[in-house]
């Protein structure tokens, strides 16, 4: 059975670092794009960010340019999103996703639509 468990979510002060974890069991990570995506209270999910299945390819959100990185151990089977700099407007559940994409195809989907398989979802909270 295919799986993805998010995990690293919590509750951290504005200003600091969280990094959320994406394992995948059931399956290799190796010829699958990741996806991160979040979903705030009453508001839509929307992309962070996501890592072509090669990893030479990412996307990220405007909003979170410059303080979020994806990266992926494919001998750990995990997709990471570290991030750093948090603000408030940074709370949400945060999920990931995949897709089987080739290697040689040098981009990740951007649009939550594209992916086929989704985690549960960890918890952000950023707040004083």
């Known amino acids: 059975q295919l799986q993805l468990v998010e995990s690293g979510g919590g509750l951290v002060q504005p200003g600091g670092s969280l990094r959320l974890s994406c394992a995948a069991s059931?399956?290799?990570?190796?010829?699958?794009?990741i996806g991160w995506f979040r979903q705030a209270p009453g508001k839509e999910r929307e992309g962070v960010s996501c890592?072509?299945?090669?990893?030479?390819?990412?996307n990220y959100a405007d909003s979170v340019k410059g303080r979020f990185t994806i990266s992926r151990d494919n001998a750990k089977n995990t997709v990471y999103l570290q991030m750093n700099s948090l603000k408030p407007e940074d709370t949400a559940d945060y999920y990931c996703?995949?897709?089987?994409?080739?290697?040689?195809?040098?981009?990740?989907?951007?649009?939550?639509?594209?992916?086929?398989?989704w985690g549960q979802g960890t918890q952000v909270t950023v707040s004083s």
């Open positions: 996703a995949a897709v089987r994409m080739s290697v040689t195809i040098f981009v990740c989907p951007r649009r939550s639509d594209d992916y086929d398989y």
């Open positions: 059931g399956f290799t990570l190796d010829y699958y794009a």
């Open positions: 890592i072509a299945s090669s990893g030479h390819s990412t």
